[in-house]
């Protein structure tokens, strides 16, 4: 348990870095952030159902700074309610037990990704935007 809280500790300064670089700052805001907003971290072992059940307690759209220990990479989603897809084929459903940096690896190597989740928010299929400013981390 003291290596995972080290690890997160790792995650929060990897973030406070990031958000202190004017570029990276400008990225957040494309991708929907607003100053004050709150930026959940999260491990990229997190499971997906853990990691949701910390989203669920905010607006959309929601920034995860997701932190690979491993090399020290910190990347970037924003989640937010998707509109209606018009066939079946065009969405994928999660499963809670994979982890948020599958789930980010996944998303980054999709065009317009849209996954079905059970959010309480309005819409439970959600848009994922990855995104992280290169050499930032």
Not at 59 to 80: M, N, R
Not at 105 to 115: C, G, S, V, Y
Request: aromatic share 10%; with cysteine.
């Amino acid at each position: 348990m003291a290596g995972d809280r080290a690890l997160r500790l790792k995650a929060g300064f990897a973030l406070a870095k990031a958000l202190g670089d004017r570029d990276m700052r400008k990225l957040f805001e494309q991708h929907g952030y607003r100053s004050g907003d709150e930026v959940v971290t999260a491990l990229e072992s997190d499971l997906i159902q853990d990691v949701f059940a910390r989203l669920r307690r905010y607006s959309p759209p929601v920034v995860v700074a997701i932190y690979w220990p491993d090399t020290g990479e910190l990347k970037f989603t924003s989640f937010s309610p998707s509109q209606e897809v018009a066939s079946e084929d065009q969405k994928e459903e999660v499963g809670g037990t994979s982890t948020i940096g599958m789930l980010y690896r996944h998303a980054e190597a999709q065009q317009n990704p849209r996954f079905v989740f059970k959010m309480n928010w309005a819409n439970p299929q959600v848009d994922i935007q990855t995104f992280a400013l290169s050499g930032a981390c």
